[in-house]
Protein backbone atom coordinates (compact mmCIF):
# COMPACT_ATOMS: atom_id res chain seq x y z
CA UNK A 1 0.00 0.00 0.00
CA UNK A 2 2.87 2.47 1.07
CA UNK A 3 5.02 1.45 -2.10
CA UNK A 4 1.59 2.09 -4.26
CA UNK A 5 1.18 5.56 -2.48
CA UNK A 6 4.91 6.14 -3.10
CA UNK A 7 4.79 5.94 -6.83
CA UNK A 8 1.62 7.72 -7.28
CA UNK A 9 3.51 10.98 -5.51
CA UNK A 10 6.27 10.35 -7.90
CA UNK A 11 3.72 10.38 -10.78
CA UNK A 12 2.12 13.64 -9.65
CA UNK A 13 5.72 15.13 -9.37
CA UNK A 14 6.82 14.10 -12.49
CA UNK A 15 3.71 15.19 -14.56
CA UNK A 16 4.21 18.75 -13.04
CA UNK A 17 7.67 18.87 -14.50
CA UNK A 18 9.44 18.36 -10.90
CA UNK A 19 11.33 15.35 -12.28
CA UNK A 20 12.78 18.06 -14.75
CA UNK A 21 13.95 20.47 -12.69
CA UNK A 22 15.97 18.30 -10.16
CA UNK A 23 17.82 16.93 -13.19
CA UNK A 24 18.64 19.87 -14.97
CA UNK A 25 19.83 21.29 -11.73
CA UNK A 26 23.22 22.11 -10.40
CA UNK A 27 22.76 19.59 -7.37
CA UNK A 28 22.14 17.16 -9.76
CA UNK A 29 25.53 17.75 -11.80
CA UNK A 30 27.30 17.50 -9.09
CA UNK A 31 27.03 14.40 -8.10
CA UNK A 32 26.89 10.65 -10.21
CA UNK A 33 24.29 7.72 -10.18
CA UNK A 34 26.38 4.60 -10.41
CA UNK A 35 23.70 1.91 -11.38
CA UNK A 36 24.78 -1.70 -10.03
CA UNK A 37 22.47 -4.87 -11.68
CA UNK A 38 23.56 -8.74 -11.35
CA UNK A 39 21.57 -10.89 -13.93
CA UNK A 40 19.61 -10.27 -17.25
CA UNK A 41 17.76 -13.88 -16.98
CA UNK A 42 18.12 -16.30 -19.97
CA UNK A 43 15.00 -18.08 -19.35
CA UNK A 44 12.80 -17.59 -15.83
CA UNK A 45 15.59 -16.37 -13.17
CA UNK A 46 13.95 -13.44 -13.28
CA UNK A 47 10.36 -15.24 -11.66
CA UNK A 48 13.00 -17.23 -9.19
CA UNK A 49 14.65 -14.14 -7.74
CA UNK A 50 13.78 -10.87 -9.16
CA UNK A 51 16.02 -9.10 -6.85
CA UNK A 52 19.21 -10.46 -9.29
CA UNK A 53 17.47 -11.10 -12.42
CA UNK A 54 15.71 -8.65 -14.64
CA UNK A 55 14.14 -9.81 -17.97
CA UNK A 56 15.78 -8.54 -21.48
CA UNK A 57 12.26 -6.31 -22.03
CA UNK A 58 12.67 -4.84 -18.82
CA UNK A 59 16.54 -3.69 -19.01
CA UNK A 60 16.16 -2.27 -22.64
CA UNK A 61 13.57 -0.07 -21.23
CA UNK A 62 15.86 1.05 -18.52
CA UNK A 63 18.50 1.70 -21.40
CA UNK A 64 15.86 3.26 -22.84
CA UNK A 65 15.03 5.70 -20.45
CA UNK A 66 18.99 6.76 -19.74
CA UNK A 67 18.96 7.14 -23.68
CA UNK A 68 15.73 9.50 -24.25
CA UNK A 69 16.80 11.07 -20.99
CA UNK A 70 19.91 12.52 -22.49
CA UNK A 71 21.82 10.89 -19.66
CA UNK A 72 25.53 11.24 -20.05
CA UNK A 73 26.57 7.47 -19.46
CA UNK A 74 30.28 7.72 -18.65
CA UNK A 75 32.88 5.04 -18.49
CA UNK A 76 33.24 4.11 -14.59
CA UNK A 77 36.95 5.59 -14.41
CA UNK A 78 35.87 8.48 -16.42
CA UNK A 79 33.33 9.30 -14.53
CA UNK A 80 34.94 8.99 -11.13
CA UNK A 81 38.00 10.98 -12.00
CA UNK A 82 35.40 13.81 -13.24
CA UNK A 83 33.83 13.71 -9.75
CA UNK A 84 36.47 14.48 -7.79
CA UNK A 85 37.80 17.22 -10.18
CA UNK A 86 33.75 18.45 -9.78
CA UNK A 87 33.83 18.63 -13.64
CA UNK A 88 30.67 15.79 -14.74
CA UNK A 89 28.46 16.57 -17.31
CA UNK A 90 24.54 16.95 -16.29
CA UNK A 91 23.11 13.53 -15.84
CA UNK A 92 25.80 12.02 -15.23
CA UNK A 93 25.49 7.82 -15.05
CA UNK A 94 27.86 5.05 -15.13
CA UNK A 95 26.46 1.43 -15.71
CA UNK A 96 27.72 -1.28 -13.59
CA UNK A 97 27.36 -5.34 -13.43
CA UNK A 98 28.16 -7.44 -10.23
CA UNK A 99 29.62 -11.09 -11.13
CA UNK A 100 30.38 -11.48 -14.14
CA UNK A 101 27.71 -14.36 -14.76
CA UNK A 102 27.41 -15.26 -18.99
CA UNK A 103 23.82 -13.71 -18.66
CA UNK A 104 26.08 -10.72 -19.09
CA UNK A 105 27.75 -12.07 -22.22
CA UNK A 106 24.74 -13.73 -23.60
CA UNK A 107 22.00 -11.00 -22.84
CA UNK A 108 23.50 -8.23 -21.16
CA UNK A 109 26.35 -6.99 -23.69
CA UNK A 110 24.62 -7.06 -26.60
CA UNK A 111 21.70 -5.09 -25.05
CA UNK A 112 24.32 -2.22 -23.35
CA UNK A 113 26.15 -2.27 -27.46
CA UNK A 114 23.44 -1.55 -29.15
CA UNK A 115 22.80 1.25 -26.77
CA UNK A 116 26.62 2.42 -27.10
CA UNK A 117 26.87 2.75 -23.45
CA UNK A 118 30.00 1.90 -21.57
CA UNK A 119 29.59 -0.38 -19.08
CA UNK A 120 31.92 -2.23 -16.07
CA UNK A 121 31.93 -5.65 -14.62
CA UNK A 122 32.82 -6.03 -11.31
CA UNK A 123 34.06 -9.76 -12.22
CA UNK A 124 34.47 -12.47 -9.27
CA UNK A 125 36.85 -15.01 -11.06
CA UNK A 126 36.94 -19.20 -9.07
CA UNK A 127 33.79 -19.78 -11.26
CA UNK A 128 35.17 -18.30 -14.25
CA UNK A 129 38.20 -20.59 -13.77
CA UNK A 130 35.96 -23.63 -12.95
CA UNK A 131 32.92 -23.86 -15.44
CA UNK A 132 30.41 -25.52 -13.34
CA UNK A 133 26.92 -23.60 -11.88
CA UNK A 134 27.79 -21.91 -8.88
CA UNK A 135 26.92 -24.08 -6.10
CA UNK A 136 24.31 -22.51 -3.77
CA UNK A 137 22.72 -20.81 -6.35
CA UNK A 138 21.90 -23.87 -8.80
CA UNK A 139 20.49 -25.41 -5.70
CA UNK A 140 18.51 -22.82 -5.32
CA UNK A 141 16.92 -22.28 -8.24
CA UNK A 142 16.66 -25.95 -8.67
CA UNK A 143 14.64 -26.22 -5.47
CA UNK A 144 12.54 -23.43 -6.88
CA UNK A 145 11.88 -25.25 -9.83
CA UNK A 146 9.70 -28.46 -7.90
CA UNK A 147 8.73 -25.63 -5.46
CA UNK A 148 5.33 -27.24 -3.78
CA UNK A 149 6.40 -30.85 -3.96
CA UNK A 150 8.00 -32.67 -0.94
CA UNK A 151 10.64 -35.19 -1.41
CA UNK A 152 9.99 -38.27 0.77
CA UNK A 153 13.84 -39.08 1.36
CA UNK A 154 16.83 -36.37 1.62
CA UNK A 155 19.26 -39.69 2.08
CA UNK A 156 20.93 -39.07 -1.31
CA UNK A 157 21.84 -35.46 -0.62
CA UNK A 158 23.21 -36.94 2.57
CA UNK A 159 20.25 -34.57 4.22
CA UNK A 160 17.82 -36.33 6.98
CA UNK A 161 13.92 -37.02 6.41
CA UNK A 162 11.64 -35.71 4.01
CA UNK A 163 12.17 -32.74 2.35
CA UNK A 164 9.55 -29.87 2.01
CA UNK A 165 10.46 -27.32 -0.83
CA UNK A 166 6.55 -26.18 -0.15
CA UNK A 167 7.79 -22.34 1.25
CA UNK A 168 10.77 -20.34 0.87
CA UNK A 169 11.55 -20.78 3.99
CA UNK A 170 12.17 -24.05 3.94
CA UNK A 171 14.09 -23.93 0.38
CA UNK A 172 16.50 -21.34 2.19
CA UNK A 173 16.91 -24.08 4.83
CA UNK A 174 17.26 -26.91 2.84
CA UNK A 175 20.52 -25.08 0.58
CA UNK A 176 22.28 -23.59 4.09
CA UNK A 177 21.98 -27.33 5.10
CA UNK A 178 23.80 -28.29 1.74
CA UNK A 179 26.08 -25.50 2.37
CA UNK A 180 27.30 -27.03 6.05
CA UNK A 181 27.67 -30.16 4.79
CA UNK A 182 29.59 -29.42 1.70
CA UNK A 183 31.86 -26.82 4.05
CA UNK A 184 32.11 -29.62 6.83
CA UNK A 185 33.89 -31.82 4.44
CA UNK A 186 36.13 -29.52 2.84
CA UNK A 187 33.77 -30.21 -0.36
CA UNK A 188 35.94 -29.51 -3.73
CA UNK A 189 34.64 -27.25 -6.46
CA UNK A 190 34.15 -30.93 -8.62
CA UNK A 191 32.76 -32.35 -5.45
CA UNK A 192 30.05 -30.21 -4.66
CA UNK A 193 28.91 -30.06 -8.52
CA UNK A 194 28.66 -33.92 -7.68
CA UNK A 195 26.20 -33.24 -4.86
CA UNK A 196 24.12 -30.44 -7.03
CA UNK A 197 23.95 -33.60 -9.76
CA UNK A 198 22.86 -35.40 -7.07
CA UNK A 199 19.95 -33.13 -6.30
CA UNK A 200 18.98 -32.58 -9.61
CA UNK A 201 18.32 -36.33 -10.16
CA UNK A 202 16.23 -36.32 -6.75
CA UNK A 203 14.54 -33.46 -8.41
CA UNK A 204 13.98 -34.85 -11.60
CA UNK A 205 15.75 -32.15 -13.37
CA UNK A 206 18.18 -32.75 -16.54
CA UNK A 207 21.57 -31.97 -15.13
CA UNK A 208 23.53 -32.39 -17.98
CA UNK A 209 20.80 -29.83 -20.04
CA UNK A 210 21.56 -26.96 -17.08
CA UNK A 211 25.27 -27.72 -17.50
CA UNK A 212 24.96 -27.50 -21.69
CA UNK A 213 22.51 -24.47 -21.16
CA UNK A 214 25.30 -22.66 -18.88
CA UNK A 215 22.70 -22.16 -16.59
CA UNK A 216 24.12 -19.66 -13.67
CA UNK A 217 27.70 -19.76 -14.57
CA UNK A 218 30.10 -17.14 -14.64
CA UNK A 219 31.83 -16.22 -17.76
CA UNK A 220 34.86 -17.94 -18.65
CA UNK A 221 38.28 -16.94 -19.35
CA UNK A 222 38.04 -16.37 -23.24
CA UNK A 223 34.39 -14.84 -22.90
CA UNK A 224 36.41 -12.32 -20.53
CA UNK A 225 39.08 -11.13 -23.15
CA UNK A 226 36.86 -11.33 -26.25
CA UNK A 227 34.87 -8.56 -24.33
CA UNK A 228 37.58 -6.69 -23.11
CA UNK A 229 39.08 -6.57 -26.16
CA UNK A 230 35.79 -5.08 -27.77
CA UNK A 231 36.04 -2.17 -24.76
CA UNK A 232 34.06 -3.66 -21.61
CA UNK A 233 36.25 -2.48 -18.31
CA UNK A 234 36.34 -5.57 -16.15
CA UNK A 235 37.65 -4.87 -12.32
CA UNK A 236 37.82 -6.37 -9.11
CA UNK A 237 35.32 -8.32 -6.92
CA UNK A 238 37.69 -10.93 -5.25
CA UNK A 239 38.47 -14.04 -6.35
CA UNK A 240 36.32 -16.34 -4.35
CA UNK A 241 33.06 -13.72 -3.88
CA UNK A 242 34.34 -13.45 -0.29
CA UNK A 243 35.66 -10.79 1.57
CA UNK A 244 37.77 -12.88 4.82
CA UNK A 245 38.68 -10.42 7.95
CA UNK A 246 41.82 -11.61 8.13
CA UNK A 247 44.32 -8.78 6.11
CA UNK A 248 46.60 -11.86 4.25
CA UNK A 249 43.75 -13.55 3.41
CA UNK A 250 41.65 -10.32 2.10
CA UNK A 251 44.43 -8.99 0.42
CA UNK A 252 45.07 -12.52 -1.85
CA UNK A 253 41.47 -12.20 -2.81
CA UNK A 254 42.61 -9.32 -4.35
CA UNK A 255 45.59 -10.68 -6.10
CA UNK A 256 44.05 -13.95 -7.18
CA UNK A 257 41.09 -11.81 -8.34
CA UNK A 258 43.53 -9.72 -10.62
CA UNK A 259 45.87 -12.20 -11.71
CA UNK A 260 42.65 -14.12 -13.26
CA UNK A 261 41.67 -10.77 -15.24
CA UNK A 262 44.46 -11.18 -18.20
CA UNK A 263 43.02 -8.22 -20.62
CA UNK A 264 42.48 -5.98 -17.95
CA UNK A 265 44.23 -6.63 -15.00
CA UNK A 266 46.92 -3.99 -14.83
CA UNK A 267 44.09 -1.72 -14.97
CA UNK A 268 41.81 -3.61 -12.36
CA UNK A 269 41.76 -0.78 -9.94
CA UNK A 270 38.36 -0.41 -8.80
CA UNK A 271 36.70 -2.67 -6.70
CA UNK A 272 32.82 -3.62 -5.55
CA UNK A 273 32.25 -5.35 -2.29
CA UNK A 274 30.67 -8.52 -2.56
CA UNK A 275 27.05 -8.28 -1.53
CA UNK A 276 27.88 -5.11 -0.48
CA UNK A 277 29.58 -6.00 2.94
CA UNK A 278 31.80 -4.13 4.05
CA UNK A 279 33.90 -3.45 6.94
CA UNK A 280 36.40 0.06 8.07
CA UNK A 281 39.28 -2.84 8.18
CA UNK A 282 38.86 -3.05 4.30
CA UNK A 283 39.62 0.15 3.42
CA UNK A 284 43.33 0.40 3.77
CA UNK A 285 43.54 -3.17 2.89
CA UNK A 286 42.78 -2.37 -0.58
CA UNK A 287 44.72 0.18 -0.86
CA UNK A 288 47.74 -1.47 -0.04
CA UNK A 289 46.67 -3.50 -3.34
CA UNK A 290 46.49 -0.83 -5.01
CA UNK A 291 42.69 0.06 -5.44
CA UNK A 292 41.25 3.66 -5.90
CA UNK A 293 37.83 3.57 -5.54
CA UNK A 294 34.47 0.55 -3.98
CA UNK A 295 31.39 0.40 -4.35
CA UNK A 296 28.54 -1.22 -2.11
CA UNK A 297 24.95 -1.53 -2.27
CA UNK A 298 23.86 1.39 -0.28
CA UNK A 299 21.47 3.59 -2.43
CA UNK A 300 22.22 7.47 -3.56
CA UNK A 301 24.02 9.34 -5.60
CA UNK A 302 27.88 9.88 -5.14
CA UNK A 303 28.92 13.58 -4.56
CA UNK A 304 32.36 14.84 -4.92
CA UNK A 305 33.24 14.89 -1.42
CA UNK A 306 32.58 10.99 -0.89
CA UNK A 307 34.65 8.29 0.40
CA UNK A 308 36.13 6.85 -2.37
CA UNK A 309 36.04 3.24 -0.61
CA UNK A 310 32.15 3.82 0.27
CA UNK A 311 30.48 4.77 -2.99
CA UNK A 312 26.48 4.38 -3.20
CA UNK A 313 25.00 2.33 -6.21
CA UNK A 314 20.92 2.07 -6.81
CA UNK A 315 20.70 -1.59 -7.12
CA UNK A 316 18.64 -1.74 -9.93
CA UNK A 317 16.14 -4.57 -9.38
CA UNK A 318 12.51 -6.23 -11.39
CA UNK A 319 10.48 -4.97 -7.88
CA UNK A 320 11.62 -1.26 -8.85
CA UNK A 321 8.92 0.27 -11.02
CA UNK A 322 9.74 2.72 -14.17
CA UNK A 323 8.89 5.78 -12.23
CA UNK A 324 11.10 5.19 -9.35
CA UNK A 325 13.67 4.14 -11.76
CA UNK A 326 13.06 7.79 -13.23
CA UNK A 327 13.48 9.31 -9.65
CA UNK A 328 16.80 7.93 -9.81
CA UNK A 329 18.48 8.88 -12.63
CA UNK A 330 17.00 12.54 -12.25
CA UNK A 331 17.97 12.95 -8.59
CA UNK A 332 15.00 13.40 -6.78
CA UNK A 333 14.47 10.00 -5.14
CA UNK A 334 17.27 10.72 -2.44
CA UNK A 335 16.29 14.40 -1.70
CA UNK A 336 12.25 13.12 -0.74
CA UNK A 337 13.41 11.31 2.56
CA UNK A 338 15.97 8.27 3.48
CA UNK A 339 15.28 4.99 1.19
CA UNK A 340 15.64 1.62 2.28
CA UNK A 341 18.32 -0.70 2.65
CA UNK A 342 19.38 -2.12 -0.66
CA UNK A 343 18.39 -5.59 -0.56
CA UNK A 344 20.40 -8.58 0.23
CA UNK A 345 21.89 -10.07 -2.44
CA UNK A 346 22.89 -14.10 -2.83
CA UNK A 347 26.02 -14.58 -2.81
CA UNK A 348 28.57 -16.09 -4.91
CA UNK A 349 29.86 -18.60 -2.74
CA UNK A 350 32.88 -20.59 -3.96
CA UNK A 351 35.88 -22.45 -2.61
CA UNK A 352 35.96 -22.95 1.41
CA UNK A 353 35.22 -19.32 2.02
CA UNK A 354 31.60 -19.23 1.14
CA UNK A 355 29.24 -16.49 2.15
CA UNK A 356 25.78 -18.63 2.37
CA UNK A 357 23.61 -15.78 3.17
CA UNK A 358 20.39 -16.27 0.88
CA UNK A 359 17.43 -13.88 1.84
Not at 13 to 30: D, I, M, Q, T
Not at 153 to 168: A, C, M, R, V, W
Amino acid sequence: MLKTIGRAVLKVLRSARVFERVANSSWRRNRLLILCYHGVARGDEHLWRPHLYMHPSLFRQRLELLKRGNYNVLPLATALARLRQQDLPERSVAITFDDGAFDFYDQAYPLVKSYGFPVTVYQTTYYSEYSKPVFNLICSYMLWKRRGSVLPDGKPIGLPGSLDLKTEARRIEIVRSLLRTSEADGMTGAQRNDLAARLAELLHLDYDQILANRTLQLMNRDEIALLAAEGVDFQLHTHRHSTPIDEKLFRKEIQDNRRYLPQSGRNAVHFCYPSGVYRDDFLPWLQAEGVISATTCNPGLASGDADPFLLPRLVDTSEISAVEFESWLTGIRPLLRSPKPAPRIVPIAAGRSSQVMID
